[in-house]
């Protein structure tokens, strides 16, 4: 079994920073992808930030510049430094972790998410 908890969510002020942080747990042979997802209140989950198992990232436009994506493999960790915090940032931010186990050769796992909220 496998299991994504993510932390670091919090109150900031507008143009404050945050750094989520995402851990990967259980019988995990290998880890793919690392994705964080942003739900705003009343709206759909959104993709902010991938990295690949080779280092390579990817960010929604809104974001870039911003937001950096990190990984550490040896911990099986993904990282989200979030800088010049806006209003539109503010919702529940998911992690979302590619593994393979000794059972399985490619599985999806959701951690619970944590909030941000971006506020005076």
């Known amino acids: 079994q496998v299991h994504v908890v993510e932390s670091g969510g919090g109150l900031v002020q507008p143009g404050g920073s945050l750094r989520l942080s995402c851990v990967a747990s259980g019988t995990i042979t290998a880890i793919y992808d690392m994705r964080w997802y942003q739900q705003a209140p009343g709206k759909e989950r959104e993709l902010v930030a991938t990295?690949?198992?080779?280092?390579?990232?990817k960010y929604v436009d809104s974001v870039k510049g911003r937001f950096t994506i990190s990984r550490d493999g040896a911990k099986n960790t993904a990282f989200l430094q979030m800088n010049s915090l806006k209003a539109e940032d503010t919702g529940v931010y998911y992690c979302?972790?590619?593994?393979?186990?000794?059972?399985?050769?490619?599985?999806?796992?959701w951690g619970q998410g944590t909030l941000v909220t971006v506020s005076l």
């Open positions: 990295i690949r198992n080779d280092g390579s990232t």
């Open positions: 979302n972790v590619e593994v393979g186990t000794n059972l399985v050769r490619f599985l999806e796992v």
